[in-house]
């Protein structure tokens, strides 16, 4: 499983992680491991404190990415995944916009998830056969530690 993570700086404000992985399962069990050959994650955003550096502040774009397989199937029945070879999940990309704030120990997240949904030739994506990936939804997330 060679992979490649890197972050580059862009300017002062702005910012690019990646990470690829690349998996080859070989042998004579080969198949009974199901992954993915490529994997990647991306994620470009701008980084900076604001207002004399009392709220530091990411905005920016997430994109997740692998390559289509033969995914393992879940059964509820049994509550077990099984070996199938009849559904490829096809490969998609997902991307996703966030801003991401925090004031003092306050943190506050707002996310908006599968922001491509409906604007690729699939409608939507699968994690597993006969499971859909989420549709777009916005998320918020506040921690806020009461504590110093």
Do not use: C
């Amino acid at each position: 499983m060679p992979g490649l993570i890197a972050t580059v700086q862009i300017g002062k404000k702005f910012k690019l992680d990646a990470e690829v992985v690349y998996t080859e399962v070989t042998g004579g069990g080969a198949d009974n491991f199901r992954i993915p050959r490529l994997f990647g994650n991306t994620r470009f955003y701008f980084d900076s404190p604001m207002f004399d550096e009392n709220v530091y502040v990411q905005l920016g774009i997430d994109l997740r990415y692998r390559s289509s397989y033969f995914a393992e199937a879940y059964n509820p029945s049994f509550q077990q995944f099984h070996l199938q070879d009849g559904f490829n999940v096809f490969a998609y990309p997902v991307a996703d916009v966030f801003l991401d704030f925090r004031i003092n120990r306050t943190r506050v997240l707002f996310k908006y998830n599968h922001l491509n949904s409906g604007f690729m030739q699939q409608d939507g994506y699968f994690v597993t056969p006969d499971y859909t990936g989420y549709r777009s939804f916005l998320d918020l997330g506040i921690s806020w530690y009461l504590f110093d």
